[in-house]
């Protein structure tokens, strides 16, 4: 089982970016999917999440610029950045959770998830 993360890069503040995060080996429908960030030095920590249901939760920091969205026949789960900030600029991780939780908050812990992608880099300069 992989998740394979891409779509990070050197943009300017107040550009966009759309994430890709493709699952392979099995098919994750019944997951929850979700993004986490790491900036340097700084703890790992929640950006957004969609659901086994399909219910989407953000970050405070993040809502209203960026958008989580699935696409079950590719087994692909995509987070659309709007508006980018230079506080933004962090290592970007995909992560699925089997975990079927009514709430959102249940999955805003990194230990909640099963598997994780490698990181996806990105950088806003101001």
């Known amino acids: 089982v992989q998740l394979q993360a891409s779509g990070g890069g050197l943009v300017q503040a107040g550009s966009s970016l759309r994430l890709s995060c493709a699952a392979s080996?099995?098919?994750?429908?019944?997951?929850?999917k979700a993004w986490f960030r790491q900036a340097p030095g700084k703890e790992r920590e929640f950006v957004a999440v969609?659901?086994?249901?399909?219910?989407?939760y953000y970050a405070d920091s993040v809502k209203g610029r960026f958008t989580i969205s699935r696409d079950n026949g590719k087994n692909t789960v995509y987070l659309q950045m709007n508006s980018l900030k230079p506080e933004d600029t962090a290592d970007y991780y995909c992560?699925?959770?089997?975990?079927?939780?009514?709430?959102?908050?249940?999955?805003?812990?990194?230990?909640?998830?099963?598997?994780w992608g490698q990181g996806t880099l990105v950088t806003v300069s101001s």
């Open positions: 992560a699925a959770s089997s975990r079927q939780y009514y709430g959102g908050t249940y999955y805003y812990t990194p230990s909640v998830y099963d598997y």
């Open positions: 080996g099995r098919a994750f429908i019944n997951y929850a």
């Open positions: 969609i659901t086994w249901s399909g219910s989407t």
